[in-house]
């Protein structure tokens, strides 16, 4: 941030895309994006949350990204795919690579508009989670379908 308080943004060279520009130490983005980190930190064991817990962590999390002005159709995106992923599972067909390989799908979508990055930092230990079991999966499905709902609940559009 300068002085009036105003991201500045920086051209990544060739890639065409932009990115938050760095100084030293803790970085404006680093802040902003530490709430998500902490979020992404609970989400490392699903095996170890519960329904509530999943609850309360969509609330917030739904809540943080549309006040980010992060468009529910960047979060439908990966939930339309787990969705897939569930189908797969009813049929008897549970594929943990699958789940893992939504991480560079999320990390593409960063690359390409930033602000996303707070929907990575708390996903993509989520999905690293998911990968390990049915029951875990089944968690990362429902906090992706509760943050998709919030978002709405809190005004979020397309």
């Given at each position: 941030?300068?002085?009036?308080?105003?991201?500045?943004?920086?051209?990544?060279?060739?890639?065409?895309?932009?990115?938050?520009?760095?100084?030293?130490?803790?970085?404006?983005?680093?802040?902003?994006?530490?709430?998500?980190?902490?979020?992404?930190?609970?989400?490392?064991?699903?095996?170890?949350?519960?329904?509530?817990?999943?609850?309360?962590?969509?609330?917030?999390?739904?809540?943080?990204?549309?006040?980010?002005?992060?468009?529910?159709?960047?979060?439908?995106?990966?939930?339309?795919?787990?969705?897939?992923?569930?189908?797969?599972l009813k049929r008897g067909r549970f594929n943990p690579d699958r789940i893992?390989?939504?991480?560079?799908?999320?990390?593409y979508a960063v690359g390409r508009q930033p602000k996303v990055k707070d929907?990575?930092?708390?996903?993509?230990?989520?999905?690293?989670?998911?990968?390990?079991?049915?029951?875990?999966?089944?968690?990362?499905?429902?906090?992706?379908?509760?943050?998709?709902?919030?978002?709405?609940?809190?005004?979020?559009?397309?």
């Amino acid at each position: 941030m300068n002085q009036s308080g105003k991201k500045e943004y920086y051209s990544s060279g060739g890639r065409g895309g932009h990115g938050y520009k760095q100084g030293s130490g803790m970085g404006a983005q680093d802040r902003e994006d530490s709430w998500s980190r902490r979020r992404g930190e609970e989400l490392k064991d699903l095996s170890k949350i519960d329904a509530a817990k999943i609850v309360e962590i969509s609330d917030d999390v739904g809540k943080r990204l549309k006040e980010a002005d992060l468009k529910i159709n960047q979060i439908r995106r990966f939930l339309d795919e787990v969705r897939q992923i569930e189908s797969d599972l009813k049929r008897g067909r549970f594929n943990p690579d699958r789940i893992i390989l939504l991480r560079p799908k999320l990390a593409y979508a960063v690359g390409r508009q930033p602000k996303v990055k707070d929907l990575m930092n708390v996903l993509d230990p989520a999905l690293q989670s998911g990968a390990k079991s049915e029951e875990n999966f089944n968690k990362l499905l429902r906090l992706i379908e509760g943050i998709v709902a919030y978002h709405r609940y809190y005004g979020g559009s397309n």
